[in-house]
């Protein structure tokens, strides 16, 4: 029966991510969430005081909001038992050498040094709240580019200005209760700075390791690409599956500037007792471009819906995601998009797959300001459904004020078709390879849109969800 | 003077998105001190269809019941968040992590597919509050019981005036085989500066075994009116209903339709024609539930925009458990004649079955380039186009009008609108 | 160079080189059409024939990136689609767009609305149509159906036939590329024109490469254009030519193997 087979899949598929090391000469704080909790965190920083400041206003945001209604169920995530801050025993280190063992044997595993090595121009590493490791190849330093520990260019004067004009401009605290929650305590993440003109052509990449048990990470990434300049920057994110709640509830605000181009990329493989609250938004400028590539396997609830603010005439972005829910998992995620400027343009598609009692939705927003004339969007939107347990949603919306507007919107629901299955079987391919076949070549549009390394690794996620697939 | 009356959750979107959006449900409020005028309500049957209304008023609830009792037997595998998995999880065989964490809309989704019987499941597009209120001004509702195998024909007309509060409400039994064309006439003429009116119509719809159900509403109301058009519809085994809602008029319109197809191979086709004008806001909530196999709906809307109107149109197809080879499909069409128009979409598809089609699509935008240019080469600059786009959509409704009275009240609201319309339409 | 220079032509593209993306499609096109006259223009597949159509009714699918057209003694070069519409121009459509929503009759309404001797009030408009209507033997009811949408080949034909013979243009471009293919069509196309040219004494650029269409019919100059060039210019016995030999000699003299792709024109602009 269909029943056994789930946990089968569960338990094959996190074994590549799914290790733990032990928390000895960690440093965590009480469990909770209390002024006096959000003092200590800004205390071990020593940070600047507005930024405490920012921190006590924010918890004071967060305790009068109210948590969201409209989506996945959040009331198995109890905040008085979530651990906001836990400091691995290490600083931060710029070679992997230095880093204790299991802190770099970790790494190690996710094929992050060499990585590095192989195709990245610069490598980040978190670990729980801290920042582990940091590291830019000398080329990139020498363009002006600037990508450091956000914590690390606050103590910088000249950054601090620009950090302090920036930070949760994009996302205020006053967003939602997790943005609130977000802006009391926050720690670690990246800046990156890329000036005017500045085309760097190998990925930077941060990697988000959360090994606590009943833990949240809360890390706060900065970009800011000048004018004319270009970056492609990579996210990486996994856990240790617990059979507790651990939250993950970062922030990304992205400044993309007159004809800059920043892709972003992330493929987000939390383990499955994550509450992914992850909130992502870009300003694109006059000519700008984003593009957001999106792949989401993780997390046992996710509320993930990067958002692209086109602020300036003819500014594009594009937001190419899938969306994986296997079972245990509630997975909303999706796009939001603000035609804000004229002759703006828009391009969305998107892939949901649900299976072995998974529930996906997507969910979008397009919305076009009256000062959008000229503008356009597409959206496309299609989910698969691998068996009758499972359940896709797909939930989008449009609100359009402006005349000269045309958003076109298309999106499909439906299971692989018996005749696609027969054919390949007929030239005699298995069952459960055709259905890997054909589930890969749907997430096709999206696994091109990564770098081959990414792309591999994201079909070797869906192999591992495809596995145990037949019933 | 009466009471301000607000209803709330009217067109209430069954899984509601971002509450910044403010598309999930409208807040209504009706105008105060009205008087209530039932004598502006009236049921025609055609000649030859007189015994159909003559129903017994329990018909509509004593089918639902049956009904009810019919597809109680019906047993469904698993789904995400079922009772196997929540009595799993009770006896500590499964853990919290192991289950999918609903949204309300998913929880509640379950209860009707799992505990719900038809009737307790049976719902109207407008939602409680606005079908209790409509309910309340029309007193007891006209019943039209179409016995098997026979084809029948009503109108039903309300009639506004301004300053008063006019409600029809139908409840609909169509046997077996048999075949009603109801016609909904919503209308009220009133000068701009006259004092508000409310024009009702409240409708449970029960369409038995290979029934047919044809339902043509056209509402022309002048602005002063609050329109509301609520209906609920519950299918039987090969029924099929076609529903039209033209919408032309009224300052405030909101039109509901609940469909719940739970017998195999039912179907609903739903064709939507809506004008806005000056500063009219239509609103619109479409929930077709697919119960039964093979289930068909088609919902297909098209509407011009101009003034500073605006519109939002929820639009969703449920794929239920058990609701195999089902397809549902929606498109809708806007054109934006005028900046400062408001145009809302919510095309949602939620799927609980993997044998299934979901299907839709929406375009927002201006008359297209390749129109642009086709309509300029034969004369017309892009205002004159989107002019013809305005009285085009008048234009189609007065000449498939259902009756002379219908067309003359097109008529009416075209003349507000096109110079000489009536003469040109002629 | 053709030389009509005795009246001031209708029509007249002088130098006309047209592109759509970047891509130019005709180079520096000459074309004069005295009053009256019937022209045949003609070519192979890809020949540039439609865009020449589409570029003197003004498409902004297609950008005059140099040259002049000019139209009843005015420049028409920078005029959009409806005022050269208005000015006495008409572009029969291949393949009219379908408009969802809007009854033909409105439509035809719309489009004699404001015309100086064409403006009908309600029951005028209505006879004049069903009139117009029974000479293409087309059946009314189309006209309460939204345009385009549903309609044949033929259906679609007759209902730019019947907008020729309402508005009653000085000039009509007929693109009947491809009509020549539907024995339907055609004679729609023929009867049309039979009647636009007993109606009025209108002038006729005739769009084709097929010249089944133009028997009966008396044409005063044939122009032959070879991958977005007029290659050849001449009178009504080059139809039967053409017939005969086909455009192969035509191509070899516009110098270029493969000249029916412009793209393998634009790639050789260096001559």
Known sequence: MAEKKRTEVADIDRSLYDFTYGEEGFERLDAGLTPDIVREISAKKDEPDWMLEFRLKSLDIYKRMHTPTWGPDISGLDMDNIVTYVKPNTDQKSDWESLPDDVKNTFERLGIPEAERSYLAGVGAQYDSELV?????????????????????????KWEAMIREKFMTLIPPTDHKFAALHGAVWSGGSFVYVPKGTKLDFPLQSYFRLNAKGAGQFEHTLIIVEDDADLHFIEGCSAPKYNVANLHAGAVELFVGKHAHLRYSTIENWSKNMYNLNTKRARVDEGGEVEWISGSFGSHVGYLYPM???????????????????????????????????????????????????????????????????????????????????????????????????????????????????????????????????????????????????????????????????? | MGETKKLTNVNAMPA??????????????????????????????????????????????????????????????????????????????????????????????????????????FLTGCGREAYAYLRGLSGKPSVIDVPGGVRAAVTVRVDGRPGAAAAASLDVVVRANATLDLTLALDGAAD????????????????????????????????????IDD?????????????????????????????????????????????????QLHDFNYQIRHLGKRTVSNMDANGVLTGTSSKILRGTIDLMHGAKGAEGAERETVLLANDGVENKTVPVILCDEDDVAGNHGATIGHVRPEQLFYLGSRGLSEAQAEALFVSAKLEDAALSAPDERIRASVVRLGEAIVPDFEEELA | MTDTTAAAPLLELRGVTAAADEKTILHGIDLAVTAGETHVLMGPNGAGKSTMGHVIMGDPTYTVQSGSISFDGRDITELTPDKRSRAGLFLSFQAPVEIPGVPLSSFLRAEIAGRPGLEMKGKEFRRRVKELAGQLDMDTAYLNRELGVGFSGGEKKKVEMLQLLLLQPK??????????????????????IDAYKKATDGTLVIITHNTRILEHLHVDRVHVMVAGRIVKEGGADLIPWIDEHGFESFEQVAGHGAAADPQAVAASQGE
């Not at chain 1, 490791?133 to 004067?157: F, R």
């Not at chain 2, 449970?204 to 609050?226: C, E, K, M, P």
């Open chain 1, 133 to 157: 490791y940091h590291n830019m190849q000398d080329t990139a330093s020498k363009m002006g580019i600037v990508y450091s520990g956000i914590e690390e260019a606050l103590h910088e004067p």
């Open chain 2, 192 to 227: 701009p500066d006259a004092v508000a009116g409310v024009v009702g119509f409240a409708a449970r719809v029960f369409a038995a075994r290979g029934a047919r159900v044809n339902v043509a509403s056209v509402q022309t109301a002048d602005d002063a009116f609050l329109v």
């Open chain 1, 308 to 471: 692209s603010i086109l602020a300036g005439r003819k500014a594009r972005c594009s937001f190419t995601g899938i969306t994986f829910a296997g079972a245990g998992q509630n997975l909303d995620t999706g796009c939001k998009v603000v035609l804000g400027a004229p002759e703006t343009s828009a391009s969305v598609e998107t892939k949901g797959i649900s299976k072995s009692g998974g529930v996906q939705t997507f969910r979008s927003s397009i919305v076009a300001t009256p000062a959008a004339t000229g503008s356009r969007a597409s959206v496309s939107c299609q989910s698969l459904m691998l068996d009758d347990q499972s359940r896709s949603d797909t939930i989008p919306s449009m609100d359009i004020r402006a005349k000269n507007v045309d958003v076109g919107h298309e999106a499909t629901i439906g299971r692989i078709g018996d005749d696609k299955i027969f054919y390949l079987m007929s030239r005699g391919i298995s069952e459960e390879e055709a259905r890997t076949m054909i589930v890969n070549g749907f997430a096709n549009p999206v696994s091109k849109e990564l770098p081959l390394e990414y792309a591999v690794e994201m079909n070797n996620l869906i192999k591992l969800e495809m596995e145990g697939a037949i019933g």
């Open chain 2, 16 to 121: 509601p998105t971002w509450s910044w959006l403010k598309m999930n449900a409208a807040e209504v409020e009706v105008p105060a001190g009205l008087a209530p005028a039932r004598d502006a309500v009236s049921v025609e049957p055609a000649p030859g269809s007189e015994n159909v209304v003559t129903g017994n008023v329990e018909a509509f609830d004593t089918e639902m019941v049956a009904a009810s009792k019919r597809y109680a037997a019906r047993s469904r595998a698993a789904a995400p968040g079922d009772a196997a998995e929540r009595a799993k999880l009770a006896a500590g065989e499964l853990d919290t992590m192991d289950v999918p964490a609903l949204s309300a809309y998913q929880r509640g989704a379950v209860r009707a597919e799992e505990e719900l019987s038809a009737a307790e499941a």
């Open chain 3, 171 to 192: 000039l009509a471009i007929l693109d009947e590329t491809d009509s020549g293919l539907d024995v339907d069509a055609l004679g729609v196309v023929s009867r049309g």
């Open chain 2, 231 to 279: 209906m609920g519809v519950f299918a039987d085994e090969g029924a099929r209903v076609e529903v039209s809602h033209t919408v032309l008029g009224a300052g405030r319109s909101y039109t509901g339709l609940a469909a719940d197809l739970r017998g195999d191979a039912s179907r609903i086709d739903v064709d939507t024609s809506y004008l806005g004008a000056r500063e």
